[in-house]
């Protein structure tokens, strides 16, 4: 699959490719859903432009609990559509990057008072599987306590009554969201980062297209469309208001909060759906160095634009871990990294942040402006497909254009060349892992490599082996961000170290070594001045702080 030049040192460029067309569709929003609603319309044959206020997958597209996973708590709440329909996405996803979307096992364990009872859990894996269409080895198992301590000896022995095992699969959201964003670009799509929608364009009293501003220069620009689908996640209702149309439904915001471990201060040997106090459950992820721990779910009405891990938010979390883990001792100070991120729901009258339903909603205005909101990760496709074929419905009456069927569950992402099953990804590792070995990498170092690009690793070690720092890591780093800049829109170094490489998360200690000589590559590429570097480098030890950081000075 070819890499198409997609990047911000052309920026002036794009905007006046995006000014100089009417397209058929603006999208607003560079999230997952947006993402997937470009690969959709432009793959159908839809001109498709794509907005986004700031870096792709900035918003909530980068702070999920990273799981594509079938929603088993749907099921208590007898939501058994949802169910189907995400348990059934997992495998279409999968298989469309199973370099990015993993297999991962599941433990469910059953305890005394517990929410789920030996019976009843037996039963609904069951029905999840059936829902699900779950085949193979994939297939739910129902372990007794000495199966279950065997595959987690962290689990509580006195409480424990046993298992359920079950198949997920684990993924890097933001990297997942920039890979269906590079795929549209294969059908014609265009997408600019940084690009704020301030308003709407109108035609006899229906939206024709977008005003927008270059948030890099500050210059305002305007987008023809003949429709515009606003797939804004958080800040959908805001553009409701500036259409005039926020009326009927409103969304209901709701706050995640996940923490990350070293993984030898909570060395989970898989992954663990459990049990917390308050009847809720939880996430325990093993993800190389570390383990990530989330999630809470506590109604939001702060700024949307800086959502913070507050210290009663951490003390809840490690709270839940060291209940469910008798021998484990979390403290705040081993806290290494953290997100929140928010949940755009529609508000239900009398129900609770955790009650809200996950299902997503379309709303259409009186002008034609088209909203969708809600919604889980895992559905982002059939999210799109439901509302590109609004618009396929709208081109046929309006236009007498047929447009196709969606098929993106056909169209492999960027990265996946030929990986036909996870067993060709794990071959590819060990490929890149005797590529790189003779010069000190460890598998670690190859699998972050495949798990981030797939077979775009050929790219970026062959750039590598074309740079002369002394330093491995710092010229592996550099190699990555040419990739970026060039070909992922990376536009300043929070998009490299937090959305593109998911360091600030997974490996924040590299960030410390690699801040200089990255800032040093960023001035040299993009030409700018002394001080917006010093932002830059202000900013990054800002989020470092923020991010690390959980004395009980902590505001």
């Known amino acids: 699959m070819k890499n198409i030049k997609f990047t911000n040192l052309e920026r002036q460029k794009t905007i006046a490719s995006l000014q100089g067309e009417e397209f058929d569709l603006v999208v607003i929003g560079g999230g997952i859903t947006g993402g997937g609603i470009a690969l959709d319309a432009a793959s159908r044959g839809l001109k498709v432009a794509l907005l986004e206020k700031g870096d792709f997958a900035s918003g909530t597209s980068s702070k999920s609990t990273k799981l594509i996973h079938g929603g088993l708590r749907y099921l208590k709440q007898f939501d058994f559509w949802l169910v189907k329909e995400v348990g059934s996405e997992r495998a279409i996803v999968h298989k469309l990057a199973p370099h990015l979307v993993l297999p991962e096992k599941m433990l469910l364990p059953l305890i005394e008072n517990g929410s789920y009872g030996k019976w009843l859990t037996s039963i609904g894996l069951k029905v999840y599987d059936i829902l699900a269409q779950v085949t193979g080895d994939d297939k739910r198992k129902m372990l007794e306590k000495k199966e279950a301590l065997k595959l987690e000896p962290l689990l509580p022995k006195k409480i424990l009554n046993g298992a359920g095992y079950y198949a997920e699969y684990r993924t890097d959201d933001a990297r997942l969201t920039i890979e269906n964003i590079k795929t549209s670009l294969l059908f014609g799509a265009q997408a600019l980062n940084y690009a704020k929608v301030n308003d709407f364009l109108y035609e006899n009293d229906k939206v024709a297209g977008?005003?927008?501003?270059?948030?890099?220069?500050?210059?305002?620009?305007?987008?023809?469309?003949?429709?515009?689908?606003?797939?804004?996640?958080?800040?959908?209702?805001?553009?409701?208001?500036?259409?005039?149309?926020?009326?009927?439904?409103?969304l209901h915001l709701t706050k995640g909060v996940h923490l990350v471990f070293p993984y030898e201060k909570l060395?989970?040997?898989?992954?663990?759906?459990?049990?917390?106090?308050?009847?809720?459950?939880?996430?325990?992820?093993?993800?190389?160095?570390i383990t990530y721990v989330g999630t809470?779910?506590?109604n939001y009405n702060d700024s949307k634009d800086e959502v913070r891990t507050d210290i009663a938010d951490a003390i809840y979390l490690i709270s839940a871990v060291n209940n469910m883990f008798p021998d484990i001792n979390l403290e705040l100070e081993d806290i290494v990294s953290s997100w929140a991120g928010l949940r755009p729901l529609i508000h239900e009258e009398g129900k609770s942040a955790s009650e809200l339903s996950r299902k997503d909603e379309i709303f259409v205005s009186a002008t034609g402006l088209i909203s969708i909101a809600g919604g889980k990760l895992t559905g982002y496709r059939k999210m799109a497909e439901?509302?590109?074929?609004?618009?396929?419905?709208?081109?046929?009456?309006?236009?007498?254009?047929?447009?196709?069927?969606?098929?993106?569950?056909?169209?492999?992402?960027?990265?996946?060349?030929?990986?036909?099953?996870?067993?060709?990804?794990?071959?590819?590792i060990a490929q890149v892992y005797d590529k790189i070995k003779d010069d000190g990498f460890t598998q670690h170092d190859a699998w972050f490599l495949v798990t981030n690009y797939g077979k775009q690793t050929e790219v970026i070690l062959d750039t590598y082996t074309k740079l002369v720092e002394e330093d491995k890591y710092i010229r592996?780093?550099?190699?990555?961000?040419?990739?970026?800049i060039d070909y992922e829109m990376v536009q300043n170094p929070m998009d490299f170290f937090i959305r593109r490489t998911g360091r600030l998360y997974f490996d924040i200690d590299s960030i410390r070594s690699l801040m200089e000589p990255i800032l040093k590559e960023f001035q040299n590429k993009f030409g700018v001045t002394d001080e917006i570097v010093q932002g830059w480098r202000t900013i990054l030890e800002a989020e470092l702080k923020e991010h690390s950081d959980f004395s009980l000075t902590r505001n």
């Open 210 to 250: 977008v005003k927008a501003v270059d948030m890099i220069s500050g210059s305002e620009f305007t987008i023809n469309s003949k429709y515009v689908i606003s797939a804004a996640g958080p800040w959908v209702d805001e553009l409701r208001s500036l259409n005039n149309s926020k009326k009927g439904k409103q």
């Open 267 to 289: 060395p989970v040997k898989q992954s663990v759906y459990f049990d917390i106090p308050d009847g809720r459950m939880m996430f325990a992820i093993p993800r190389g160095k």
């Open 296 to 298: 809470t779910d506590t």
């Open 386 to 428: 439901r509302v590109v074929d609004r618009i396929a419905k709208k081109m046929d009456e309006e236009y007498n254009i047929e447009l196709k069927e969606c098929y993106t569950e056909k169209i492999y992402l960027c990265g996946n060349d030929d990986f036909k099953k996870f067993k060709h990804v794990k071959k590819y």
């Open 476 to 484: 592996l780093a550099k190699a990555e961000l040419t990739f970026g």
